[in-house]
């Protein structure tokens, strides 16, 4: 099976081709810090020509048989499955990502479409009384036709994925605006991929474009009847400002800073155990990673020894060892961003139990003690591989400080009162908390999606049906009605 080629090109309506504009974007390896290629940005004749392919062949799709559909995605997930260590060769190289977490993404990538499948099949309508005499009711569900994605570097496929996938199934077509700093794990690859599946020309494209030159043009184009985006808060506001002015749909998945909330009967290893994984798997650049380890009084010194202890035996460097837990942040800015907010929470009384050392761009695990809820290792979503340890004295104390930010996308519970466990739950102010887990969960049939400063929507199963689908009623009248005048 030979390898793909030309990854570096715009994919519209079936074909390859260079943007027209003459600002160049280089793909550089985070670790490295080589140059993996460049191209030329899209300029809005490719966001057109990319938005007009998508509304010339959603007609077609939309009424395909489902079957057909349904195959096609199946046979995207055969191949993303037979490319695996092709494209786990792409995420190290382009985004920085360890092998685990490839493996990780990858499967959710091929599952995503596995599930998507039967989405063709899934397009359900119902039947209402009327109150009117002779009426009948129907409401029919449809695709909303044209969706735009804008889709984030961090979990570049997978991310993109949950959009994409369950969109084709839905009947809809597709533009999307992969991240620049993994151009090809979120969008080209993809579209290499479903080339290969053989979808008809139009049904998907992408465009790899400075945010600067089309990122808004991208978002308020006319055919595109719903954006979706996974990033940050102060980028989401601006796409949902755009998109409440266009009056079109939107599924924002926003930033989250994630409390990890160690109960006094916990079992403390295993507390610490799930922390690891949820605080620096790819090196805790998820939305849904740890931000804040909450843990309570009687507890605090026995979970802070064993988790820096185990934090210290963390392997770093380079993510091409398979061996690496901790790889590279995705470029130095966000090294000196992280460093920045260590540094100011140190100044406000912060201590530095281990980390707080870089090597190029990647960054030691990093562990602060006597953290308070005014520093920015609490109040600001990290990004990095960097966490706050919290102490509470109580239930409500835990309550309070969990939902003391803005934000409200993940969180975890360790308890062995799981009944307790879910009553807390409830009372704090996220779209997901994991009980006895760590907060970095995703289910491709589970709804997936913040509160607050978190975003709006919902991924995942029927719930991002609902998203990418719209209902018409139709109402029969099968005996003559009569009218007042």
Same mark, same amino acid.
């Given at each position: 099976?030979?390898?793909?080629?030309?990854?570096?090109?715009?994919?519209?309506?079936?074909?390859w081709?260079?943007?027209?504009?003459?600002?160049?974007?280089?793909?550089?390896?985070?670790?490295?810090?080589?140059?993996?290629?460049?191209?030329? =940005?899209?300029?809005?004749?490719?966001?057109?020509?990319?938005?007009?392919?998508?509304?010339?062949?959603?007609?077609?799709?939309?009424?395909?048989?489902? !079957?057909?559909?349904? $195959?096609?995605l199946?046979?995207?997930?055969?191949?993303?499955?037979?490319?695996?260590?092709?494209?786990?060769?792409?995420?190290?190289?382009?985004?920085?990502?360890?092998?685990i977490?490839?493996?990780?993404?990858?499967?959710?990538?091929h +599952?995503?479409?596995?599930?998507?499948?039967?989405?063709?099949?899934?397009?359900?309508? =119902?039947?209402?009384?009327?109150?009117t $005499?002779?009426?009948?009711?129907?409401?029919?569900?449809?695709?909303?036709?044209?969706?735009?994605l804008?889709?984030?570097?961090?979990?570049?496929?997978?991310?993109?994925?949950?959009?994409?996938?369950?969109?084709?199934?839905?009947?809809?077509?597709?533009?999307?605006?992969?991240?620049?700093?993994?151009?090809?794990?979120?969008?080209?690859?993809?579209?290499?991929?479903?080339?290969?599946?053989?979808?008809?020309?139009?049904?998907f494209?992408?465009?790899?474009?400075?945010?600067?030159?089309?990122?808004?043009?991208f978002?308020?184009?006319?055919?595109?009847?719903?954006?979706?985006?996974?990033g940050s808060?102060?980028?989401?506001?601006?796409?949902?400002?755009i998109?409440g002015?266009?009056?079109?749909?939107?599924a924002?998945?926003l930033?989250?800073?994630?409390?990890h909330?160690?109960?006094?009967?916990?079992?403390?290893?295993y507390?610490?155990?799930a922390?690891?994984?949820?605080?620096?798997?790819?090196?805790?650049?998820?939305?849904?990673?740890?931000?804040?380890?909450?843990?309570?009084? =009687?507890?605090?010194?026995?979970?802070?020894?064993?988790?820096?202890?185990?934090?210290?035996? !963390?392997?770093?460097?380079?993510p091409?060892?398979?061996?690496?837990?901790?790889?590279?942040?995705?470029?130095?800015?966000?090294?000196?961003?992280?460093?920045?907010?260590?540094?100011?929470?140190?100044?406000?009384?912060?201590?530095?139990?281990?980390?707080?050392?870089?090597?190029?761009?990647? !960054?030691?695990?990093?562990?602060?003690?006597?953290?308070?809820?005014?520093?920015?290792?609490?109040?600001?979503?990290?990004f990095?591989?960097?966490?706050?340890?919290?102490k509470?004295?109580?239930?409500?104390?835990?309550?309070?400080?969990?939902?003391?930010?803005?934000?409200?996308?993940?969180?975890?519970?360790?308890?062995? +009162?799981?009944?307790?466990?879910?009553?807390?739950?409830?009372?704090?102010?996220?779209?997901?908390v994991?009980?006895?887990?760590?907060?970095?969960?995703?289910?491709?049939?589970?709804p997936?999606?913040?509160?607050?400063?978190?975003?709006?929507?919902?991924?995942?199963?029927?719930?991002?049906?609902?998203?990418?689908?719209?209902?018409?009623?139709?109402s029969v009248?099968a005996q003559?009605?009569?009218?007042?005048?």
């Amino acid at each position: 099976m030979k390898a793909y080629q030309d990854l570096n090109k715009q994919f519209i309506n079936g074909k390859w081709k260079d943007g027209s504009e003459k600002f160049m974007i280089a793909n550089i390896n985070p670790y490295s810090g080589k140059l993996i290629h460049e191209l030329p =940005s899209a300029g809005k004749t490719e966001v057109d020509e990319a938005f007009h392919a998508a509304k010339t062949s959603s007609p077609e799709w939309a009424k395909s048989n489902p !079957l057909y559909r349904r $195959d096609l995605l199946l046979k995207a997930a055969s191949i993303l499955a037979d490319r695996r260590e092709e494209l786990a060769a792409w995420l190290c190289d382009e985004a920085g990502s360890t092998y685990i977490k490839s493996v990780i993404e990858i499967q959710q990538a091929h +599952d995503i479409l596995v599930e998507a499948s039967s989405f063709p099949t899934r397009m359900h309508g =119902s039947t209402t009384v009327s109150t009117t $005499d002779g009426k009948e009711n129907y409401v029919y569900r449809k695709p909303l036709g044209v969706i735009g994605l804008i889709s984030p570097w961090n979990f570049p496929l997978y991310l993109s994925m949950r959009t994409i996938a369950p969109a084709l199934g839905a009947g809809n077509t597709l533009v999307v605006k992969p991240s620049a700093l993994s151009l090809v794990t979120g969008g080209t690859f993809i579209a290499k991929v479903f080339e290969e599946a053989g979808f008809p020309a139009g049904v998907f494209n992408v465009v790899v474009g400075n945010s600067d030159i089309i990122g808004d043009y991208f978002t308020g184009h006319p055919y595109a009847k719903m954006i979706s985006f996974t990033g940050s808060t102060p980028v989401g506001r601006q796409i949902g400002k755009i998109a409440g002015e266009h009056l079109k749909k939107s599924a924002l998945e926003l930033g989250g800073n994630n409390a990890h909330i160690v109960l006094e009967d916990a079992d403390v290893d295993y507390a610490v155990n799930a922390a690891l994984f949820g605080k620096f798997l790819h090196q805790g650049q998820l939305c849904i990673s740890i931000n804040r380890i909450l843990i309570h009084e =009687s507890i605090y010194d026995s979970f802070k020894e064993k988790f820096v202890a185990r934090v210290k035996q !963390l392997k770093t460097g380079n993510p091409a060892d398979k061996s690496t837990i901790v790889g590279p942040m995705i470029e130095l800015k966000a090294v000196e961003r992280v460093l920045n907010q260590i540094k100011l929470s140190i100044e406000m009384g912060a201590l530095v139990e281990t980390g707080n050392t870089r090597e190029g761009n990647v !960054l030691a695990p990093t562990v602060l003690s006597s953290v308070t809820e005014a520093m920015p290792i609490f109040q600001n979503e990290i990004f990095g591989p960097a966490v706050g340890l919290i102490k509470f004295k109580d239930d409500a104390d835990a309550i309070r400080l969990a939902n003391a930010t803005g934000f409200g996308l993940s969180g975890s519970l360790h308890t062995k +009162d799981v009944y307790h466990g879910m009553q807390i739950a409830r009372m704090i102010e996220t779209g997901m908390v994991h009980i006895n887990d760590q907060t970095a969960n995703d289910e491709i049939h589970s709804p997936f999606g913040g509160e607050k400063d978190s975003g709006t929507g919902r991924f995942g199963g029927d719930f991002i049906l609902d998203e990418l689908t719209t209902v018409q009623w139709v109402s029969v009248q099968a005996q003559k009605r009569i009218y007042p005048f």
